[in-house]
Every structure is written in C-alpha cells, then in structure tokens.
C-alpha cells in the first residue's frame, strides 16, 4: 500500500485546512487510518484515527473539537479537516494505514505510512 499525503500549506492562526491521503495498491476499506505529526525537534505524536468501517474515530486531547477525520472509501482517501488552527499545530503530517483496519493511537500499530505534509501555522 502505497500513501500520498497532500493539502499542507501555510496559514494564520485560526484558519482551516483539509488535508488528504490517498491510498493505492491495496484494499483501502478494510483499513485503518490515522494522522500522526511530528513537530520540529519533537517527537512523532498521535493527532486522528479512523477504524475500516468509519465507524469509530479517536482523538488526540490536543485537536478534539477542532479536527474531524472521515474516509472516502470510494476515492480510497482519507481527511484531516483542521479548524481553528493554533501555532502549537505547526508540524509536517503523515498519514497511517493499518492492515487490521483497528486505527487507534499507537504508531507500532501502523503498517504502512505516507511522506508527510507539512502544516505551518502563524501567528
């Protein structure tokens, strides 16, 4: 499986951006997606998982109530969309397949990842 992230950009504190992550050489229903960030000189952290069926989705404490995942299965995507956006989001973005199609917050659980975006947010 294949990732392409894409949708980064540079924006004011406050804005909104959708990011996007389109799969290819698998079956994309049956997996679990997720977006990680890393900022500069920190770790990579968990920010949005969504289970295969789309059911279920899981937040970091840090964007809930400001960023939404939801999947296309048709399109074979998966989105970030990212509101009222603060500084602190700055970091590139990278999207997350998991074969089992769980999702959840641990980057061990992922199998597959894309190259990143990146998200810079001004003040």
């Known amino acids: 499986v294949q990732l392409q992230a894409s949708g980064g950009g540079l924006v004011q504190a406050g804005a909104a951006l959708r990011l996007s992550c389109v799969a290819s050489?698998?079956?994309?229903?049956?997996?679990?997606m997720a977006w990680f960030r890393q900022a500069p000189g920190k770790e990579r952290e968990f920010v949005a998982s969504i289970r295969w069926s789309g059911g279920t989705t899981s937040y970091a404490d840090s964007v809930k109530g400001r960023f939404t995942i939801f999947r296309d299965n048709a399109k074979n995507t998966v989105y970030l969309q990212m509101n009222s956006l603060k500084p602190e989001d700055t970091a590139v973005y990278y999207c997350?397949?998991?074969?089992?199609?769980?999702?959840?917050?641990?980057?061990?659980?992922?199998?597959?990842w894309g190259q990143g975006t990146l998200v810079t947010v001004s003040s």
């Open positions: 050489g698998g079956a994309f229903s049956v997996l679990g």
């Open positions: 997350a397949a998991d074969r089992r199609g769980n999702g959840g917050p641990y980057s061990s659980a992922y199998d597959y």
